[in-house]
C-alpha cells in the first residue's frame, strides 16, 4: 500500500458526459501528479500540482483541468469524454517537487466512456 | 524534449535465468532516472533509481546502472522468479518539477 488513494476505483460513463477523479496524497506530502495510462499512449504525465498551485503541465487536453485543495487532495476533471479517453488514470505524490523525488503511485481510477 | 526508449516485449524467461531489460535516454541536462514496476491491477511502484552518472540503483535483486556515455539504464537481475512477473517501465524525471516520462514498458513473464 502506497499511501495515496484514488476514487472511484473504477468508471463507466457516456460520450459527452463530465466526470471527477478524486486522489488523496500520502500524508504530508505537498506534490501531487496526474498520468494517464492507455493502450497507444502509453504513461503520460498530464498535470502538477504543489501545496495548492499548478507548477507543470504534460499532455492534458483544455477539456481536462485540476485542482488540489487546501486539505491537499487533488481532483482532475474530464469533461466532453469522448471514447479515446477511455484509460487508467493515476495519481502520485511526493513529499517535495524536483528531480529525484520518489513519486507514490495510487491503484488508478479506470474509465471506460462508451 | 526528454524521452525514454526502452526493449518491447513481452519477454518470457524461466525461472532464476537472467534478466536484462534495456532503456537508453535523451535528455538535456542531468536528469535523475528510475526503474517503476507494475504488478497485474496494481499501480506503480518504484523498483530503483539513479540519480547522477556512475550510480547504481539496486533493490530485490534488481540492479541498474546510470551511464552517461551511452545515455542508458539497463534493468539487470541475476535470477528471476516467477514473482517478478509483472510490466516494467524505464522512466526520467521530464523537468524542474519532477514530473516523469515513462517508456512503453516492458512485460516480463517468468514460467516455473
Known amino acids: 500500500d502506497s499511501g495515496v488513494t484514488q476514487t472511484p476505483k473504477h468508471l463507466i460513463t457516456a460520450t459527452g458526459q463530465r466526470v471527477t477523479l478524486r486522489c488523496s496524497p500520502r500524508s504530508g506530502d505537498l506534490s501531487v501528479y496526474w498520468y494517464q495510462q492507455s493502450l497507444d499512449q502509453g504513461l503520460q504525465f498530464l498535470i502538477q500540482y504543489y501545496n495548492g498551485e499548478e507548477r507543470a503541465k504534460g499532455n492534458i487536453l483544455e477539456r481536462f483541468s485540476a485542482q488540489q485543495f487546501p486539505d491537499l487532495h487533488s481532483e482532475l476533471n474530464l469533461s466532453s469524454l469522448e471514447l479515446g479517453d477511455s484509460a487508467l488514470y493515476f495519481c502520485a505524490s511526493s513529499a517535495r517537487r524536483g528531480q529525484g523525488n520518489e513519486q507514490f503511485f495510487g491503484p488508478g481510477t479506470r474509465l471506460t466512456v462508451l | ?112
Request: hydrophobic residues 30%.
Open chain 2, 1 to 112: 524534449g526528454n524521452s525514454v526508449t526502452q526493449m518491447e516485449g513481452p519477454v518470457t524467461l524461466s525461472e532464476e535465468a537472467f534478466l536484462t531489460i534495456n532503456c537508453t535516454y535523451t535528455a538535456t541536462g542531468y536528469p535523475s532516472l528510475f526503474w517503476y514496476v507494475q504488478y497485474p491491477g496494481e499501480g506503480l511502484q518504484l523498483l530503483l533509481k539513479a540519480t547522477k552518472a556512475d550510480d547504481k540503483g539496486s533493490n530485490k535483486g534488481f540492479e541498474a546502472t546510470y551511464r552517461k556515455e551511452t545515455t542508458s539504464f539497463h534493468l539487470e537481475k541475476g535470477s528471476v522468479q516467477v514473482s517478478d512477473s509483472a510490466v516494467y517501465f524505464c522512466a526520467l524525471t521530464g523537468g524542474s518539477q519532477g514530473n516523469l516520462i515513462f517508456g512503453k514498458g516492458t512485460k516480463l513473464s517468468v514460467k516455473p
